[in-house]
C-alpha cells in the first residue's frame, strides 16, 4: 500500500533542496571573496612593512650607498631571503632603484639642496604647491611597481606571493 504524497509536497521539497544548493553555494562564493580580501589585505600591510623598514633603514644613512647597503640589509631581514642565494644578489641589485627613491625622498623632505654634494643631489620627480611630499609619493611607488616586476621575472611569481607564507602551528607549553 502506497503513501499518498500531494505534488504540492514534491514542488516544496525541490525548491528547499534548490534554495539548499542556492545557499552552499552563496556561501562558498561568500567565503572565497573573503579570502581574497583576506589575502588582499595581509598583501597591503606586508608591502607597507617592507617599505617601512626600507625607509627606516635609510633614516641613519650618511649618503646614497650606506642607504642602499642599510636598505638591502633590512630587506634581507623583512623578507627573510638567504644571503648565500645568488638570486637574492641579482634581487638586492634590482632593489637599488627603489632604495635610490626613498633616499631622494628623505633628501627632499629633509635637506637643503644646496648643501648637497653632487652625488646625493636627488632627482625631483614632480612638484605639487599644495602638498609636495604627496606629489613625490608616486617615485616611491613607480620604483617599489617596477621592484616587483623585476622580482617577478626573477623569481617567476608575484612579489606578493612571498607573503602567503604559512607557519607550522606549535604547540604551546604549559609549564
Do not use: C
Request: aromatic content about 8%; charged content about 30%; cysteine-free.
Amino acid at each position: 500500500m502506497s503513501i499518498f504524497r500531494p505534488a504540492a509536497l514534491s514542488t516544496l521539497e525541490t525548491h528547499a533542496v534548490e534554495a539548499a544548493a542556492a545557499e552552499r553555494g552563496f556561501r562558498e562564493s561568500y567565503a572565497t571573496e573573503i579570502a581574497r580580501l583576506e589575502r588582499e589585505r595581509q598583501r597591503a600591510w606586508r608591502r607597507f612593512n617592507f617599505l617601512a623598514a626600507l625607509v627606516a633603514a635609510d633614516a641613519s644613512a650618511v649618503d646614497r650607498e650606506a642607504s642602499r647597503s642599510f636598505q638591502r640589509a633590512a630587506a634581507i631581514d623583512e623578507l627573510d631571503w638567504p644571503d648565500s642565494d645568488p638570486s637574492t644578489a641579482t634581487l638586492l641589485e634590482a632593489m637599488t632603484p627603489l632604495a635610490d627613491a626613498v633616499h631622494d625622498e628623505r633628501l627632499l623632505a629633509t635637506s637643503d639642496l644646496e648643501t648637497q654634494t653632487p652625488d646625493d643631489r636627488p632627482v625631483p620627480v614632480s612638484a605639487s604647491i599644495e602638498d609636495p611630499a604627496a606629489a613625490r609619493a608616486p617615485a616611491i611607488l613607480f620604483a617599489l611597481a617596477a621592484f616587483e616586476e623585476r622580482y617577478e621575472e626573477i623569481r617567476g611569481k608575484p612579489f606578493a606571493a612571498q607573503f602567503d607564507r604559512t607557519f607550522a602551528e606549535t604547540p604551546l607549553v604549559d609549564f
